[in-house]
């Protein structure tokens, strides 16, 4: 599976912006997909996951109420809709996938090194 990530942008705190990840691949629908994010100085963390079957979603905490994570299998595209946006957002965001099942979407946002393909990533730049 490659993955292409695009709809970064400079943006002002409150805005929103919609990110997507375009997936290559006839399975798209049997990966799990996710979003995460790496700042400047700091870990990749996870922000959001979707599974492959049912369109489960999950949320870390700071997130919730104002991202939005959407999957299209007929276009093998995913999304993340981010709304309010604060200048602690900023970073760089890339979509994820994996074909691993038995496992929640809790558990990739804690452990993303247990994703395996990856997009390059797409800049959030959110100014206050």
């Known amino acids: 599976v490659q993955l292409q990530a695009f709809g970064g942008g400079l943006v002002q705190a409150g805005d929103s912006l919609r990110l997507s990840c375009a997936a290559s691949?006839?399975?798209?629908?049997?990966?799990?997909m996710g979003w995460f994010r790496q700042a400047p100085g700091k870990e990749r963390e996870g922000v959001s996951c979707?599974?492959?079957?049912?369109?489960?979603?999950y949320y870390v905490d700071s997130e919730k109420g104002r991202f939005t994570i959407s999957r299209d299998n007929a276009k093998n595209t995913f999304y993340l809709q981010m709304n309010s946006l604060k200048p602690e957002d900023t970073a760089v965001y890339y979509c994820?996938?994996?074909?691993?099942?038995?496992?929640?979407?809790?558990?990739?946002?804690?452990?993303?090194?247990?994703?395996?393909?990856w997009g390059k990533g797409t800049q959030v730049t959110v100014s206050s």
């Open positions: 994820a996938a994996t074909p691993r099942t038995g496992y929640s979407g809790t558990f990739y946002l804690r452990r993303p090194d247990k994703m395996n393909y």
């Open positions: 691949g006839r399975t798209f629908g049997n990966y799990n």
């Open positions: 979707i599974s492959n079957s049912y369109g489960s979603t």
